[in-house]
């Protein structure tokens, strides 16, 4: 991985690109969600703070574990732009997605549990598959295929 001298206080994107190893198109995407700002030079060439490589690992890690951009960027608008993103910084945004991790794996896990059984019967009934109707709501008065079906009027 290329080292970027401490002097140096701007990157360019293809500087910022070879140490984050987010491609520079996907780091023009996060520019345009409003992830990550720069500057332009003259040149209309764009300089990303050096504390951008910190806000660009946040949210590739972000995005790892399946939180909505939208989310990643309320997260990223509540951190300082003078400083670079902290440890407890992290910390503090991560915690508040703890539930929503949370609940996501409680729903993976269901499905893996029950994916076999539904590959076992391949019937992918409305009224009782727990994948397709995981509370049975629709069990009480339709059963089966005639719920994809099914037209008022």
Known sequence: M???PEKIHELTVGQLSARSGAAVS?????EAK????????????????RDTLRRVAFVRAAQRVGIPLATIRDALAALPEERTPTREDWARLSENWRAELDQRIAQLSRLRDHLTDCIGCGCLSLSTCVLSNPDDVFGTS???SRLLGERKG
Do not use: E, V
Not at 26 to 30: D, K, Q, R, V, W
């Open 34 to 49: 409003g992830l990550i700002t720069s500057r332009r030079t003259t040149g209309n060439q764009r300089r990303y703070c």
């Open 26 to 30: 996907a780091l023009h995407f996060y």
């Open 2 to 4: 290329p080292q970027i």
């Open 142 to 144: 339709l059963t089966g």
